[in-house]
C-alpha cells in the first residue's frame, strides 16, 4: 500500500553537504504535508523540517534553520532535503514522514530511515 522510501544518506566531513530523497507511492501525495525527521539513539525523535502539501510553507527546526531546505516535486511523488554545512550533531537517522490530510491521528506513514553521518 503506501510505501515511503529514503535514500542519499552517507558519510561526510563536517561542512559537507548531502540531498536526501524521499519517494512516495500508493497515496495521492500533493494532498500531504512532508515532514523529515531525525533520531539519534537515546534521544526522541526530533522533528527537523516540514513542507505544506503544496511546498509553498516551510518550517524548520532551530537547529538547521539556514543550513536545511526542504522542498517537494509532487509530479515526482517526491520530498527532498538538501542539507549544508553539516555537523557532527546532525548525525542521526533521518525519516520520512507523511501525514494524511485528515490528520496525524488518522494516519502517519513512516519510511524505513537513512542513514547520516558527519564525522572526521
Known amino acids: 500500500q503506501v510505501q515511503l522510501v529514503e535514500s542519499g544518506g552517507g558519510l561526510v566531513h563536517p561542512g559537507g553537504s548531502l540531498r536526501l530523497s524521499c519517494a512516495a507511492s500508493g497515496l495521492i501525495f500533493s494532498l500531504y504535508v512532508m515532514k523529515w525527521y531525525r533520531q539519534v539513539p537515546g534521544k526522541e525523535r526530533e522533528l527537523v523540517a516540514s513542507v505544506s502539501s503544496g511546498g509553498a510553507s516551510t518550517n524548520y527546526a532551530d537547529s538547521v534553520k539556514g543550513r536545511f531546505t526542504i522542498s517537494r516535486d509532487n509530479a515526482k511523488n517526491t520530498v527532498y532535503l538538501q542539507m549544508s554545512g553539516l555537523k557532527p550533531e546532525d548525525t542521526a537517522v533521518y525519516y520520512c514522514?507523511?501525514?494524511?490530510?485528515?490528520?496525524?491521528?488518522?494516519?502517519?506513514?513512516w519510511g524505513q530511515g537513512t542513514q547520516v553521518t558527519v564525522s572526521s
Open positions: 514522514n507523511a501525514v494524511h490530510p485528515l490528520g496525524s491521528k488518522f494516519a502517519d506513514y
